[in-house]
């Protein structure tokens, strides 16, 4: 070997050793507390008693200067913070509590500036959203600038006028089954209008969206797929109502094995159990034809359901039924007639008084009724849970697709 391949080999050696003593430092600079990162994925591992706080092990830069936060599910309260704080940062404070510490937070959509009391500055944010934060520096008078962004759009600036040397990443969660997807490489700059219509993403539409990405009102399939507790869940930000008491989905691809379940469930439903599986819901499953109704076990039901059929499930309320509060209080009107197509008439019949007056509104009974292709399958009586029934779709194998539509029969 002659003394110029010796050399190169020598340098090449030299770079490896350099790139493993990097990665090693910035790993050993990163620091979390009651928190747990398995690749890019941060869940939060208190107990709700202490703040959980997560630290990137290399600040922000003119060259990296924009980081990003996916919300893959708010847990109990949503608690998330994100921002930016100086290396050495107290890891049982929320980004942007202590001074040289700014940080956007998710549940309430304030800033907090150094300070336990925020400003309001954005909106609130849920699952499937995306928090963006990044620094930009005057170069005339060196002020330095962090922004926050949501779903690509800028929410807003603050000027740090006495910043640290370096701010650093940092992430911030609070109560139980938080978790969010990290991305320290992401890029920001504006987004040219190239004068395209702008879709509608239907991404409002839901409250709850794990494991499952979401096109319009195409809803896809993006966990492992490899065992039960790998469910992707989809639940509707509002619940079924007097007026909007119907939804369906159309199965445009059925994966692997085509584990899709069409149901109802508690808003607070947990997110790696299958529609159906645990109480609080009921569910019609395509890949058996099983209704499953808070039981692993299911009752045969109706057909299986495959590529193309699409599914439908709804509620017939009493016809005296009426809520108090909530939400939505002008979707609960019962002059209101919602269009019922096929179902109309046949469910109807058998649905005349069911309760009885003044009866508690925990626990009254509604009829459950779900369809295929326009005919319907069956019905249940059931238990309505407080808060009402949410439309709650599962997926559980690689591949899956669906298009569902909220309100079909509505326009």
Known sequence: MDDRNLHHRF???????????????????ERLKKMQRVG???????????????????????????????????????????????????????PGWLPQSVAFHADDGKLYNGKTVGQQFGPKCCSGDKIGCGISLDP?????????????????????PDPP???????????????????????????????QMIV???EEDWSRLHDVKVTGTLLEYVGNGKSIVDVGLAQARRPLNTRFHYYELEITDAGEKCYIALGLARRDYPKNRHPGWSRGSIAYHADDGKLFHGSGAGDPFGPCCLEGDIMGCGIMFPRDFNIDGGDDGDDW??????????VQNDLYADNDDGNEEGEDLEGRKVMVFFTRNGSVVGRREVALPVGGFYPTIGMMSTGEKVKVDLHPLSG
């Open 200 to 202: 509608d993403s239907h």
């Open 333 to 342: 009107d019962l002059d209101v007639v919602s269009k019922l197509d096929q």
């Open 140 to 160: 005339d008078d060196g002020q330095l600038t962090v922004f926050f962004t949501r779903n690509g759009t800028e929410i807003g600036s603050v000027d740090l």
């Open 165 to 195: 040397d370096a701010l650093y990443p940092a992430v911030g969660m609070h109560s139980l089954g938080e978790e969010v997807l990290l991305n320290l490489s992401a890029e920001w700059g504006p987004e040219e209008d190239d004068g």
């Open 40 to 94: 890019d994925i941060l869940r939060y591992h208190g107990n709700s008693d202490e703040v959980g706080c997560f630290v990137a092990g290399r600040p922000l830069s003119r060259r990296n200067r924009y980081f990003e936060v996916t919300i893959r599910d708010t847990g109990v309260r949503g608690m998330i913070a994100v921002g930016l704080v100086p290396q050495l940062y107290k890891l049982d404070h929320q």
């Open 11 to 29: 340098l090449n050696w030299r770079r490896r050793i350099r790139d493993i003593r990097e990665v090693r430092a910035i790993r050993y600079r």
